[in-house]
């Protein structure tokens, strides 16, 4: 096939999940269902605790961005599919595609780093917690969540460029939304420089938030070992396996995509994977910090009642 520019290409076909016609219905079912729970939860946690004094603190506010880059993230991949599921002819426009691309990494990107500042509150309220209030005043936490933002802008212009500059001489996209290594193998132009900074990229970012975050709980896990009580010791562990819970399906999943030879493994496992992150882990992170959480679950009871009476 004669080599075209990429702006002959008006138009990729997104592969899917599935081929065989007779799961498309239930798996539409199945994801708008998560989709939906993902968007309760989310919209709900950030509601929640910027309408509560009581959560006003640093650990809710860095909650609350979470809960509003899952958001986000989920609503940059998630529509898309839905509309595919039940849809012909799955088609996405070239504009489109790097248009979902350039959002999909901002919040992903953001998603990494948002969970590695909030490993850092846990470490400085269980390892510093007289300096506490001092170390995470408003400007520091203001600060942290502005340098989450920037890295999310950063990583999806520099893979969103990198991404225009290739040409495409295919159209089937063997994916359920437009990303950065399917769209690699579309590619009828050379792909290694692209690819070796696609691949230092997503490592430079796991890398260093991945040692940031298991640094943070090496401290952590030092001092709750020192604490005298079963019962305090056992707090300590129950604030911790939240996060690590969500941090170790997200990276997990992220380095399984990004960190490895594309011939590695199947077309298959690459979409289980990319599911993992994409679409499973904003409908689980408002489960794990809320139904776990008794300050939170007190917040909903209150406004309950509000509602109520």
Request: glycine share 4%; proline share 3%.
């Amino acid at each position: 096939m004669a080599t075209q520019n990429h702006s002959a290409v008006t138009e990729f076909i997104l592969g899917g999940l599935a081929s065989r016609p007779e799961l498309q219905l239930p798996l539409f079912l199945l994801f708008l269902a998560i989709y939906w729970v993902a968007v309760v939860g989310n919209l709900g946690m950030f509601t929640l605790i910027w309408l509560n004094a009581q959560l006003h603190t640093p650990m809710y506010y860095f909650l609350s961005n979470l809960s509003l880059v899952d958001l986000c993230y989920s609503s940059a991949v998630t529509p898309k599919m839905l509309v595919n599921f039940v849809s012909e002819k799955n088609t996405i426009s070239y504009a489109g595609c790097m248009s979902q691309l350039s959002f999909f990494l901002v919040f992903g990107v953001a998603e990494c780093y948002m969970l590695t500042v909030m490993a850092y509150d846990r470490y400085v309220a269980i390892c510093r917690p007289l300096l506490y209030n001092i170390i995470m005043s408003h400007q520091v936490c203001s600060l942290l969540v502005a340098v989450v933002y920037a890295m999310g802008l950063i990583g999806s212009t520099i893979g969103t460029a990198l991404m225009l500059k290739l040409s495409y001489c295919e159209l089937l996209l063997s994916h359920y939304c437009c990303d950065i290594v399917p769209l690699m193998k579309l590619s009828c132009s050379s792909t290694y420089d692209v690819g070796m900074t696609v691949f230092c990229l997503p490592g430079f970012n796991i890398v260093v938030t991945s040692l940031t975050v298991l640094v943070s709980y090496a401290f952590i896990l030092s001092s709750i070992l020192h604490i005298s009580t079963t019962e305090g010791r056992s707090k300590g562990f129950s604030t911790c396996s939240s996060h690590l819970a969500a941090v170790g399906l997200f990276y997990g999943s992220s380095a399984f995509m990004y960190l490895k030879p594309s011939t590695a493994n199947s077309l298959a496992q690459e979409n289980v994977a990319s599911v993992f992150y994409t679409t499973v882990l904003p409908l689980l992170n408002p489960l794990i910090y809320s139904l776990r959480n008794k300050e939170v679950m007190a917040a909903v009871q209150r406004a309950l009642r509000r509602k109520v009476f």
